[in-house]
């Protein structure tokens, strides 16, 4: 079989070549210069490179089989947005009161790149549709292309697309390069969670502090777990209405600073180990699997009155959490449960504990969530002569976010696990850089052939370079944002997925990246929908 007949095989099936350009792009994600690899951002160029060079062959996709990239290249984005929201729902809300400005900040910065393409375009010689087809590419946005496309002239189609496809690569790695320069300060980050201890106290003070108030003064950032009076008496579970005496030796968990604070206050650190004695309580932790518990604070679980225990930390995902009375459960959670060993296998089979906790979707919410969010994305609002809508996009991601926040229904879970949003996700970002891909390369060769690319491209760098380096200087010096929070800000500012993936592999997925990736991407998208259809009408 010759080259030509076997690539011509391939593109005639598109299930076959997204999921081949999958496999080689992640492939070749993994080569690393430096400690710096594309990661799932090599599936992106290389599905621009199969595409381009098989159209250079002559081997072309025909319309259907086209349409029918797009479709899975969509599919895969609804998943994605959708997952990133329900990861990052709560966080998302909890933060938004304070995270007004920087929300703000980032719609200043996309109407000034529209001026910079507005005035650049004409300045340059191109015409309306090639610049708002220019500022869709340059800030990664198909949506924004699509919104452009619906604002110009039926004859003027295929201009926007020329601007998209020429700078959109730029677009790509100048803000892959934009979010290494963040995290090379991400090691001096502030708001980096601190790694929790545990610690056995000797009581010394004669003031007889009960539990409930020692914690309430901490904040809520120490957790007592174990207690005994008396160096001969039995180990006991800690109740909020238990008072410490002097002589006692109590077990506290929390942050090293915490610690010593509270160690300061109660007496002095003892060389005994209160978790070391088994005898009395033991922990444990449990995979919380029953889906009833889901959506659930801890606080309403009675664990205190109906077992005896306390849940002390709870591991979602890569990261441990201290536990509180608020703190909201999610199915595929571990909790570390302190109880009396007679209560652990009840305990043990009201979590659940079953592996499933940590693989299970959720499938009626997670289906209605992302119904909802196409729905929500479908709906057309009159802008002047202009349809507006949102975009699969941008409506499953809101959804998304809303269901992170309200996590049930009734009896419906709403959520799902982190460690099954997070394989949902990563699926969905790599079926959409496939499908972008293949699209974009079928339209280098005209995009080359305009004789214009050099004055997109130059108006494309523009832009790109100003929206990079006007985001790094803003949130970095004026909001004081930390590196790694900073480069999901930089992913969700260019509303790229592949600047997502490229953050989470140079931090282990570090829940700051997708709460910074979280907290812009709903205004960015929206707002680059609006004025790439203004840059149409303008045009």
């Not at 972008?436 to 997109?456: N, P, V, Y």
């Amino acid at each position: 079989m010759s080259v030509n007949s076997a690539v011509s095989f391939i593109v005639s099936q598109p299930v076959l070549l997204m999921f081949l350009l999958v496999g080689l792009g992640s492939l070749l994600g993994e080569i690393r210069v430096k400690g710096i690899g594309l990661a799932a951002a090599a599936v992106l160029f290389a599905a621009i490179g199969f595409s381009a060079w098989a159209t250079s062959m002559g081997v072309e996709l025909d319309s259907g089989r086209l349409h029918q990239i797009e479709i899975l290249g969509t599919f895969g984005l609804v998943l994605f947005t959708f997952a990133v929201g329900v990861l990052s729902g709560a966080n998302f809300f909890a933060a938004l009161s304070t995270a007004w400005r920087p929300i703000g900040a980032t719609v200043l910065l996309f109407v000034l790149a529209a001026g910079i393409a507005l005035g650049g375009g004409k300045l340059l010689g191109l015409s309306g549709a090639v610049s708002a087809g220019t500022f869709a590419g340059a800030l990664t946005n198909t949506p924004a292309l699509a919104a452009a496309q619906a604002a110009v002239p039926t004859a003027e189609h295929a201009q926007p697309v020329i601007g998209y496809a020429v700078t959109y690569i730029f677009g790509v790695v100048g803000m892959l390069i934009v979010a290494q320069l963040a995290l090379q300060r991400a090691p001096k980050d502030t708001d980096m969670p601190e790694k929790l201890i545990s610690r056995t106290i000797r009581v010394q003070t004669d003031t007889m502090p009960s539990i409930a108030n020692l914690e309430e003064r901490h904040g809520g950032n120490i957790k007592f777990t174990r207690l005994r009076h008396g160096d001969h008496q039995p180990i006991l579970s800690v109740s909020e209405e238990d008072v410490l005496r002097q002589g006692d030796l109590v077990t506290v968990v929390g942050p090293a600073n915490q610690l010593a604070q509270v160690t300061g206050e109660l007496g002095y650190r003892s060389s005994h180990n209160l978790a070391d004695d088994r005898r009395y309580l033991d922990h444990r932790r449990i995979t919380v699997s029953d889906p009833k518990l889901s959506g659930l604070a801890i606080g309403e679980l009675g664990l205190e009155e109906n077992y005896s225990a306390r849940i002390i930390r709870v591991r979602r995902g890569d990261v441990d959490m201290l536990a509180n009375d608020t703190l909201i459960l999610q199915t595929g959670d571990r909790v570390r449960v302190v109880a009396n060993r007679e209560r652990m296998d009840a305990l043990t089979q009201f979590f659940g504990d079953s592996a499933r906790g940590l693989s299970d979707i959720n499938p009626v919410g997670f289906a209605l969530g992302i119904a909802l969010g196409v729905c929500l994305g479908a709906i057309t609002v009159p802008l002047g002569s202009v349809p507006f809508k949102l975009g699969s996009a941008a409506g499953t991601l809101l959804v998304g976010l809303a269901f992170g926040r309200i996590r049930r229904l009734g009896p419906v879970v709403l959520t799902m696990p982190a460690s099954s949003a997070g394989a949902i996700s990563e699926l969905g970002l790599l079926l959409f850089l496939a499908g972008a891909g293949i699209t974009a390369g079928t339209q280098i060769s005209s995009a080359f052939s305009s004789g214009e690319w050099w004055r997109i491209l130059l108006l494309g760098v523009t832009i790109t370079a100003f929206a990079g380096a006007a985001t790094l200087v803003i949130m970095r010096h004026i909001f004081k944002i930390g590196g790694t929070r900073l480069s999901g800000m930089v992913a969700g500012v260019q509303t790229q997925p592949a600047v997502l993936a490229f953050a989470n592999s140079k931090t282990n997925a570090d829940a700051r990246v997708a709460l910074g990736y979280a907290m812009v991407y709903p205004s960015a998208m929206v707002v680059k929908i609006l004025l790439a259809q203004l840059l149409g009408i303008l045009g």
